[in-house]
Structures are given as structure tokens and as C-alpha cells.
């Protein structure tokens, strides 16, 4: 069994999400304040919806809200590129 590499998805407003391969924790302010911590065994599902404007339309540029279901859930807004790292980073947790 490999080990999963340690992952940070750095979002919005200073709140980052960081999985170690046993953990996923939640910072705000920076890294200052830890959130949230839950074992990557407590995984149920990743759910991720586009922002949009006032009038239904996307954001430019892209923004995300990613809600990470596990023991507790926590929420992250991202760009495109951290959209693809959450999405990365649960596809590890299955193997």
C-alpha cells in the first residue's frame, strides 16, 4: 500500500484544507486556527458547486464552493485549479 502525499488546497479569505494521508484538517486565518480535524476513514462525499453572480451567471474568474463530507463537513471556496486538487485529493482516499 503506498502512501498518499501530503496535499494543501489553499482557498479563498486566508482557509486552506490539508490531508496528510491519515487526516484532512480545516485552517482559517492563514494556518493560524485549526478548524477541523477528521481521519481520511471518515470520508462520505465531495459536493461542488459553481458561484455565480447576482444574475445566475458565472464568476470570472471561476469560483467554487466545495463542501467535504466526512466526520464533520467542511467547506471551502476554491478557483478552478483548487476545484481540481479537492477532486484529486478524494480520488486518493479510495486506494
Not at 494521508?21 to 459553481?50: C, W
Amino acid at each position: 500500500m503506498s502512501q498518499m502525499p501530503m496535499i494543501e488546497i489553499h482557498g479563498a479569505d486566508g482557509e486552506s484544507i490539508l490531508c496528510d494521508g491519515i487526516t484532512v484538517a480545516k485552517f482559517r486565518h492563514h494556518g493560524k486556527d485549526e478548524a477541523a480535524r477528521n481521519p481520511v476513514s471518515t470520508y462520505r462525499e465531495l459536493q461542488v458547486k459553481e458561484k455565480t453572480s447576482l444574475f445566475g451567471k458565472p464568476r470570472s474568474p471561476r469560483q467554487f464552493t466545495a463542501l467535504l463530507v466526512m466526520s464533520s463537513i467542511m467547506s471551502l471556496t476554491v478557483d478552478e485549479n483548487g476545484k481540481a486538487a479537492l477532486e484529486a485529493m478524494v480520488d486518493g482516499f479510495g486506494r
